[in-house]
C-alpha cells in the first residue's frame, strides 16, 4: 500500500480532484436517512470530499490515520479533523448520525474491523455509506484495460456480497445502492504506463520483465494522451436497526 504521508501532495491531482469529490459528495448524500445532522467521515484524507458534505449542513467530523492527508484537509475543514485509525475509532458508542467511508475498504486486509468500528459509533436508525468493488470500476472496456488483463490482481477486500457479510456481522441491515461518476479519472496510454512502471499496480514490481511488458505495450497504443472512459464507483449503504431520531 502506498504511504499516504507522500502521496497526500499529489493525490488530488492524480485521482480527478475536486470534480470526483463532488461526484461522491452527492452520492453519499443521497443515501443519508433523512434528518441526519452529524456524519464520520473515515480515512477523510485531503478533506475534498468532508468539505462538501459540511457545507450540505452536515456536522462532520474527518478521520485519518496519515499527517500528511490531514495536513492538507486542515485548510478545508478546520477544527473537525482526529488523527486516528478507522480499525479502532476514539469516539464513544452511538455517536453520530452517520458514517462514510469513500475508497478505503479495498486497502485493507481487516476492512472488516472498519465496518465493525463503523457500526459502533452510528446511533439507533444511523447509515453507513461506503464505496465497493473499486478496482472494478477502472475496467472500463477500454483497449488500456485489453492490454493490463495478464497482470496478477490480488482479491478484491471490498468485493460488495464480502462488504455486506461484514455489515451483517455487525448488526448492520442493507439499505440501499447508488453509484457516481470518477470525473477526471479516464485514463490514458501515457499516464497507465507511468502508474505501471511506478508500483501503481501493488503486484507488479517496478523493472520487473511482466512490468516492462506491459507498459511497453500501453506505450504503443494509439492516442496516448486522450482519456478512456471515466469509471463508475458504487455505494452501498447499511442501516443500523432501531428509529432515527433528532
Known amino acids: 500500500m502506498f504511504d499516504y ?57 474527518g478521520v485519518d490515520a496519515a499527517n500528511g492527508m490531514l495536513s492538507r484537509a486542515a485548510a478545508q475543514v478546520p477544527g473537525r479533523l482526529v488523527r486516528a485509525d478507522c480499525r479502532q475509532l476514539p469516539f464513544p ?16 486486509d481487516d476492512a472488516a474491523l472498519v465496518v465493525a468500528e463503523a457500526a459502533r459509533v452510528l446511533r439507533p436508525g444511523g447509515v453507513f455509506v461506503t464505496t465497493v468493488d473499486k478496482a472494478a470500476a477502472h475496467d472500463v472496456g477500454s483497449d488500456i484495460d485489453a492490454v493490463m488483463a495478464p497482470r496478477p490482481r490480488r482479491a478484491a477486500r471490498d468485493e460488495s456480497g464480502l462488504v455486506s ?21 479516464g485514463r490514458t496510454p501515457a499516464q497507465a504506463a507511468a502508474d505501471v512502471r511506478r508500483g501503481w ?46
Request: proline content about 7%.
Open 93 to 108: 458508542n452511538a455517536s453520530f448520525d452517520a458514517a462514510s467511508a469513500i475508497w478505503l475498504l479495498h486497502l485493507l
Open 165 to 185: 457479510r461484514y455489515a451483517t456481522a455487525s448488526g448492520l441491515i442493507p439499505a440501499a445502492r447508488s453509484a457516481f461518476r470518477g470525473r477526471g479519472q
Open 5 to 61: 504521508n507522500e502521496e497526500a501532495e499529489r493525490y488530488d491531482a492524480s485521482r480527478g480532484g475536486e470534480p470526483r469529490a463532488a461526484e461522491a459528495a452527492s452520492a453519499v448524500l443521497g443515501l443519508l436517512s433523512e434528518g441526519t445532522r452529524s456524519l464520520l467521515d473515515l480515512a477523510c484524507g485531503t478533506g475534498t470530499v468532508t468539505r462538501r458534505l459540511a457545507a450540505a449542513g452536515l456536522d462532520v467530523t
Open 201 to 246: 499496480y501493488t503486484l507488479l514490481r517496478p523493472g520487473a520483465p511482466l512490468t516492462e511488458q506491459l507498459a511497453s505495450r500501453l506505450e504503443e497504443l494509439p492516442h496516448q494522451h486522450v482519456p478512456r472512459p471515466e469509471p463508475e464507483f458504487k455505494l452501498r449503504s447499511f442501516r443500523k436497526p432501531g428509529p432515527h431520531t433528532v
